[in-house]
């Protein structure tokens, strides 16, 4: 059987492995202590399951350095994330802000607050903006056109990302016309059963990755991504995770530990661990060589100096909040979540400081998708 380490050279290689490899490099990373209901075990296949070795830990993380270094090099480019909104029409199980959240303090920004932010941001060096919100359908399109077109005009030189969940082609269309540049959207999961369990039945899998299609169809870059270890995640799940990537090709993925929220009924699930996320990022560097990865807030949430780790994993972006501080508590999809902290966009030399200590720099620039083909 193939070692840990040439699997991994295969990789750097080939972008590519067979299910049975990607397993070997999946199956230790994860906890796998949660299934669902009903579910069998995995067969724990001899081989798949001795823990990473520090040595091959440190062997991905080099190689995927070396990666991303060829095609963006030692930079990393900051997103300013605008939390708009957290009411939400959906009962997504380990989101805190679903609908069914009672317990949740909603609030929404008007269109001068959220221009106010961007406004905040770019004094700060911002230049892409993160609009990110539950649906909430009490913004229509037409005032998302709103805001879109106010910020692309009060600053012609960022990028507008959307992070408004699914809608329907046409609403997709009028956004990018509007100046829309790229959207967020993790598939969450690509196995069925695991959907389900995730989300309620008024949400389908197909629907959610058909509408990453339709966006990049329109021109967005696309982001997709899913949690690590999220309740009753299975390693073939995350394969299926990658297969579904590898054929989608986004531009940014997305990949964060689950972390629970006290007031949903997955309160009592473990979280993600570190490790897993990090050998997650770095499997995903060596795939995918040309995606921006951003080193998550939940990733510095579950490890005072995760996202410097997840920047040696093979990260390279990371999304600093600038919602107005007395939202930010409120927009919380999970317990602990940083909000006040060198995570705030206000602390932006705090944040220059954990980036230079792994030896990268903030770029203050759009940070477009850079492509080698
Ligand atoms: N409504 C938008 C934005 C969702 S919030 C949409 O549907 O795309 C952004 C991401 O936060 C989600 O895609 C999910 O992967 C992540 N998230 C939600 N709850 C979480 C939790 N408990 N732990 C970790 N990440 C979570």
């Known amino acids: 059987m193939a070692s840990r380490i040439n699997i991994i050279n295969k990789l750097a290689k080939n972008r590519d492995l067979t299910d049975e490899e990607f397993l070997r490099l999946i199956y230790p990373a994860c906890s796998f202590v949660n299934r669902m209901p009903g579910e069998e075990g995995s067969l724990d296949i001899p081989g798949r399951i001795e823990p990473w070795t520090e040595n091959e830990e440190r062997h991905l993380y080099l190689k995927a350095r070396e990666t991303v270094e060829k095609v963006y090099g030692k930079a990393v480019y900051l997103r300013g994330l605008i939390e708009f909104t957290n009411y939400c029409k959906n009962g997504c199980r380990y989101c805190g802000i679903n609908k069914g959240n009672i317990r949740a303090e909603r609030y929404r920004l008007n269109i001068d607050e959220i221009l106010s932010c961007c406004n905040k941001g770019y004094e700060l060096g911002f230049r892409t903006f993160v609009l990110q919100g539950g649906e909430d359908p009490y913004y229509t399109d037409e005032m998302i056109c709103g805001i879109i077109s106010l910020i692309k005009s009060s600053h012609p030189d960022c990028a507008v990302t959307l992070s408004i969940g699914e809608k329907e082609r046409e609403s997709y269309q009028a956004y990018f016309d509007a100046g829309a540049d790229r959207y967020l959207l993790r598939e969450e999961t690509s196995d069925l059963k695991h959907y389900h369990f995730l989300h309620p039945d008024t949400l389908s899998m197909e629907h959610r990755q058909n509408c990453l299609y339709t966006l990049k169809s329109i021109g967005y870059q696309v982001g997709a991504g899913f949690m690590v270890e999220s309740p009753g995640q299975r390693p073939e799940h995350i394969l299926k995770d990658l297969r579904f990537m590898q054929e989608l090709g986004p531009h940014m993925i997305g990949v964060g530990p689950f972390i629970p929220h006290k007031d949903t ?109």
Not at 283 to 295: H, Y
């Open 265 to 373: 009924c997955f309160a009592y699930e473990p979280q993600g661990s570190l490790k897993s996320t990090l050998h997650m990022l770095g499997i995903l560097r060596l795939m995918f060589p040309e995606v921006l990865l951003p080193a998550t807030t939940a990733l510095g949430t579950i490890d005072e100096h995760g996202r410097e780790k997840g920047l040696l994993a093979g990260a390279n972006v990371i999304m600093p909040n600038l919602s107005p501080s007395d939202v930010r508590g409120k927009y919380l999809l999970y317990d602990g979540k940083l909000c006040t902290g060198d995570e705030a966009a206000e602390h932006r030399e705090g944040l220059v400081r954990r980036v230079e200590s792994v030896g990268c720099h903030v770029e203050q620039t759009r940070g477009d998708h850079i492509s080698m083909a």
